[in-house]
């Protein structure tokens, strides 16, 4: 990387605060060009947003406070990890250690270990604990070019432990540069005080929404829908007070059979359905109807040696959105990395590293409702981006366990650039 020139803005001329030069775009706009390529590109941020991108033969006679020439290098969005549990105590080393000696994810589940124990271990941790635990798997996302990550409650299951998890998300916000989407996940298990009375937890958690939506802690509300779960009915009902809030809602989905999670999740547009390895062709169908983003997690489908393909081909022929994320969290995914994620989306699913890329930019950034303002390279846009040093954009799937990233921006800004921003 070249040094940078600063130009300082003329006398009373705002200017740009950074214009990109020589740049090579893979914008993400479906342009009719594979990843919405544009070569031989600048691109100025002022404020936080892209002020403009164009031809370098177009680029007005406008200043710039700092400028940096990319001499070629990729410019992609930065990337939106929308479904990650980035936020609980503890670990599951151990149970990782019984599930290669056999015993399932479910049944380690059903013996009360599995999210139970994440449970425990979050309920024992203080917010500045949760924060510590919480910071070097951030830290890992945004090393490969992360600037928008959603994260969920899910592992306090009452309301005081729920409102700790989703404070810690909002810290994280504060303290590193990125974008959080919150998701209050209530509805992830059974908490051991409600061990014997599922109804009597569900209203529980009905109960909580409107303390949770006043507090602005959550921006949606999720819930897992399965036998180890909760069930259809039982999602409606958190779902239908949730709308009732105004709150969004998104659904951990046929992750481990079909209950026909995809379709109820349309029944109430949720942003998006997550895993969705059993769907069905009707469930795809209620899904394309519906505007709801399909979120593909190969980590979990890889770390629980899954063999059920969620239905790609049924995505792509019913044009449903594919978004892509770590779905980082201790027991099913401790995967913090969004390449790697790309690579098994690839080689497991036999998604195209286009979809795979698209995954973690454009369509992630609308399953979090965030497809006006992130996701993609244009103008108007959040000044989210990563620079890559790669040949092509497909590269970004092809390996595995190599970090490509030179840096990346957020809000028009870098923590450690090779421009000194
Ligand atoms: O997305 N499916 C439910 N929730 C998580 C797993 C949580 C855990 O095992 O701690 C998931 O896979
Ligand atoms: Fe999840």
Redesign the pocket.
Known sequence: MSASVSIPPAPGEEGWDILFTDARLATMVPNGTPYGALEGMALAVKDGHIAWLGPMADLPNQSARRLVPLEGRWVTPGLVDCHT?LVHGGDRAAEFELRLTGASYEEIARAGG??AS?VAATRAADEQALLASAGPRLEALLSEGVTTVEIKSGYGLSLDEEAKMLRVARRLAADYPVTVRTTFLGA?ALPPEFEDDRPGYVQAVIDMLPAIARSGLADAVDA?C?KIAFTPEETARIFEAAQALGLPVKL?AD?LSDLGGAALAARFKALSAD?LEYTSEEGVAAMAAAGTVAVI?PG?FYVLRETQLPPIEAFRRHGVPMALAT?C?????PLTSPLLAMNMACTLFRMTPEEALAGFTRNGALALGLGASHGTLEVGKAADLAVWEVERPGELAYRLGFNPLLYAIRDGRARELPMAA
């Open positions: 549990h599995g999210i994440t992830h897992f399965e951990h992750q895993h997690l979990a779905d969290n201790p027991g099913s995914a």
